[in-house]
């Protein structure tokens, strides 16, 4: 199967060297901390490596202000910030990069918007889009869903067989999403991907920095 590499033009954005074993995705509706900024240094504290703020049902506004108390506490404990969707918001609280779905702004426009420098992830579903997303210039590749998940009702799973294809031809980091939790990470342990991104087995548990805590080691060594 012919490979995809990486573009020359993103071989030195910030996204070089940054670790996606355990990526978090925030749901203001499912956590069980008081506040998103609470949940998010949990879960960094619990071994989280990449912070995504997913903002679907609040103001530009309110938005901006969670983003900018997100970002103090992911620069203060170093771990990288995506904003979801919304470049603007991106480029407003100097986060340090933007995803994307298949049906929001297209990678071109994003990129113009938030400039060269910043990472830039896009959700893909199959091989084709994967291959697509590398080629456009994408820092890396959300693939799923990979379960049932409750966050997102219409997705469709995506095989492992499938996750496998794409990890095979595309060489950029790709993280495998939707309805990852400690019953079904290990299935994704020798798959070759770069992580795991994961929404409710982290933020609605009772207890934020174990649950992180358990995902990776279960997701690197299938054991705790």
């Given at each position: 199967?012919?490979q ?7 071989k ?15 749901d ?5 901390a ?9 879960a960094?504290?619990g071994?989280?490596?990449?912070v995504?703020?997913?903002e ?6 309110e938005?901006?202000q969670t983003?900018?108390?997100v ?5 203060r404990?170093?771990?990288?910030l995506i ?7 991106a480029?407003a ?10 049906d929001?702004l ?8 938030i400039?060269?420098?910043k ?8 091989l084709?889009?994967a291959?697509?997303a ?22 469709d ?19 495998a999403?939707?309805?990852?939790n ?5 299935y994704?342990?020798?798959?070759g991907?770069d992580g795991i ?6 933020v609605?548990e ?5 649950a ?6 279960l997701?690197k060594?299938?054991?705790?």
């Amino acid at each position: 199967m012919k490979q995809v590499n990486v573009p020359e033009h993103s071989k030195n954005r910030c996204s070089a060297g940054v670790d996606y074993t355990l990526y978090l995705v925030t749901d203001r509706e499912l956590m069980t901390a008081d506040t998103i900024e609470e949940c998010v240094e949990q879960a960094i504290l619990g071994g989280c490596t990449v912070v995504q703020l997913r903002e679907k049902t609040v103001s530009s506004s309110e938005f901006f202000q969670t983003a900018l108390r997100v970002r103090e506490i992911t620069a203060r404990l170093g771990v990288p910030l995506i904003i979801n969707d919304r470049a603007d918001i991106a480029l407003a609280v100097d986060a340090d990069g933007l995803h994307i779905g298949q049906d929001d702004l297209p990678y071109e426009a994003a990129r113009r918007i938030i400039g060269q420098n910043k990472i830039i992830g896009i959700s893909a579903h199959n091989l084709s889009e994967a291959k697509t997303a590398a080629e456009m210039g994408a820092d890396y590749i959300g693939v799923g869903a990979m379960f049932a998940t409750g966050t997102k009702t219409d997705a469709d799973p995506t095989d492992i067989n499938e996750l496998r294809r794409i990890r095979e031809a595309v060489k950029i980091p790709m993280v495998a999403i939707g309805g990852i939790n400690k019953n079904n990470v290990t299935y994704l342990t020798d798959t070759g991907i770069d992580g795991i991104a994961v929404v409710s087995a982290i933020v609605a548990e009772q207890d934020i920095t174990g649950a992180a805590r358990n995902l990776k080691a279960l997701f690197k060594g299938g054991y705790l």
